[in-house]
């Protein structure tokens, strides 16, 4: 699936400047959009991707540009690997290159365990981690060329670590987005560093269906007494894109809810 805006753009930019070039997975909105600017901001041309939101990433697409960086925005459900190999030829094309690839997407589900469908978590699977497999393999040719000290960073959950009562699926593919991201950096090293970002709660659409009293026991749990925000979990991101000693680790980024 394609906007038509990303017909236009992905023509018009073939690539010549040369400046290093990043997939981010699910950047139309909350974390991923804050992950795309603080690329831009880097000095990254972005391929922004979402499933569903066109106008919201092509918004994205308008703010990376405002920063002097080139940027597509490419409609693909990651879930489905044709599609993810779509995106990671879209921004090829584009950009001339994929240097760093950031497995985003995700989705989440309350259910208890005895109400949960098998199919149910099996989408929560193939959007949260066979995503993040489909998109890597197919940027790999990618990566391996690259001169800029290519990586990869997945974005699991503080929830890979405690588990949740509500989501197991949710949980189960954070962790296995862990698995994946120690096995991925063994594979690829020396060439590929891959790491992972493990958020606490942080203030998007995926925390704002909360009551004021469900909000009220999550943050008593926080030590810093407050959601983290879509830029704090960017910066993370940004430091392992360029800690280049650092490869199959997980940075935990909680506000210390992780240590209660
Ligand atoms: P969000 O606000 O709900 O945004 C989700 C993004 O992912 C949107 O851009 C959405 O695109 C995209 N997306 C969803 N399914 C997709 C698919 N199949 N293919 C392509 N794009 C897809 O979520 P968020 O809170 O920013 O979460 C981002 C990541 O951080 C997720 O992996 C999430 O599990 C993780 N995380 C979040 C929190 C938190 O508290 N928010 C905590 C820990 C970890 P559309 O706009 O087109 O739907």
Known sequence: ??????????????????????????????????IALRFADDGYDVAVNYRSSADAADAVVDEIRDRGQAAVAVGADVSNADAAARLVDAAADAFGGVDHVVNNAGVDQHVVTEDLEPSDFDRIMDVNVNSAFAVTKAALPF??????????TNVSSILAHTGAAIECHYAASKGALLSLTRSHARDFAPGIRVNAVAPGHVETDMTGDRSPAEKRE????????????????????????DATFVTGETLNVNGGELMC
């Open 143 to 152: 990566l391996h060329a690259s001169t800029a000290d290519p990586s990869v």
């Open 1 to 34: 699936m394609w906007s038509s805006s990303t017909q236009t753009t992905k023509s018009a930019l073939a690539r010549c400047h040369g400046m290093p070039a990043a997939v981010v997975t699910g950047s139309s909105r909350g974390i991923g959009k804050a």
């Open 218 to 241: 999550e943050l008593a749990a926080i030590p810093v007494d407050r959601y983290g925000r879509p830029d704090e979990i960017a910066d993370a991101v940004a430091y392992l894109r």
